[in-house]
C-alpha cells in the first residue's frame, strides 16, 4: 500500500484490503486500513502536492465525495464481493481494451463526464473496500501525464477522499479500539513503502511507469473477480 500510494505501483494498493480479508472481514479489513492510508498519504502529499494536475483535480474531487456520500448510503446493502466483482470486471476489460485497441497517438482525451462518472465510482468503492484506484486510473490513463504529475494528482485525490471517510466510518461503527491498535502496529511500514516508491517515480522511464500500473491493474482484477466467485 505505501508503494501504490508513491504511485510506482497504484495499481498494488487495491490488493491491500482483498488480502487482509483473507483472515478477518472486509469491513474490519477495511477499517484497519485507514489510519495507515492517512499516513501514507500525508507522505504523498509533502512529495507531490505542487505538482498535481489541478484540472483533472477540480473535476475528481467532488464526484469522488458523491461516491463515498453513496457508499455511506448503501453499506451494508451491497455484499463487499459484490463490490469487488464490480471492479474486477470493470478494471479487466478496460486493460483489455486497451491491449487489442491501443489508443492512437493523436486520440482525444476522454470527455469530462467520464470523468466525473468513474470519479463517482471510485469514491464508492474506495469508501466500501479501498479499492478506489482502478476506475480512476482507468480516467487518468488516456490523459498521458508525465509519472509525477500522474502520481501527485492520485496521492492528493485520495488523500481527500481517505480524509472525508473518516467521520462515515465511524458512524457505521467500524472505528474502535481493536482495529486502530492493530493499524498502530502496521503503520511503521506504510512510510517506508512511500518512501521506496517517490525515490522510483522520479527514476523510472515513463514506458515502464505504465508497464507498472497495467500490471498491478492487472493482478487488482484477477484478485476482485477471484475472491468474488
Do not use: C
Not at 490523459?143 to 457505521?172: D, E, M, Q
Amino acid at each position: 500500500m505505501g508503494l501504490a500510494k508513491s504511485g510506482i505501483g497504484v495499481g498494488f494498493g487495491s490488493l491491500a484490503v482483498p488480502l487482509m480479508a483473507l483472515t478477518i472481514p472486509v469491513p474490519q479489513a477495511a477499517a484497519v486500513m485507514l489510519p495507515l492510508l492517512m499516513v501514507a498519504d500525508a507522505m504523498g502529499l509533502m512529495a507531490y502536492v505542487k505538482q498535481v494536475e489541478r484540472d483533472v483535480l477540480r473535476l475528481l474531487l467532488p464526484a469522488g465525495l458523491v461516491g463515498i456520500v453513496i457508499g455511506t448510503l448503501l453499506f451494508g446493502l451491497l455484499s463487499s464481493q459484490a463490490v469487488a466483482a464490480v471492479v474486477g470486471v470493470l478494471t479487466l476489460l478496460f486493460l483489455a481494451q486497451r491491449l487489442f485497441f491501443p489508443p492512437r497517438a493523436d486520440a482525444k482525451a476522454p470527455p469530462r463526464w467520464v470523468g466525473w462518472l468513474l470519479g463517482i465510482v471510485s469514491g464508492f468503492t474506495s469508501f466500501v473496500a479501498h479499492v478506489g484506484a482502478p476506475p480512476v486510473n482507468a480516467y487518468l490513463l488516456p490523459l498521458r501525464l508525465s509519472p509525477v504529475k500522474f502520481s501527485a494528482t492520485l496521492a492528493v485525490f485520495f488523500a481527500v477522499v481517505n480524509a472525508a471517510k473518516w467521520i462515515p466510518y465511524a458512524w457505521l461503527g467500524l472505528i474502535d479500539l481493536r482495529n486502530m491498535a492493530t493499524a498502530l502496529v502496521l503503520m511503521p511500514l506504510a512510510p517506508v513503502g512511500v518512501w521506496i516508491g517517490v525515490r522510483l517515480v522520479h527514476r523510472v522511464s515513463p514506458v515502464w511507469f505504465y508497464r507498472l500500473v497495467y500490471a498491478g491493474m492487472l493482478l487488482t482484477g484477477i484478485k476482485l473477480v477471484w475472491d468474488a466467485f
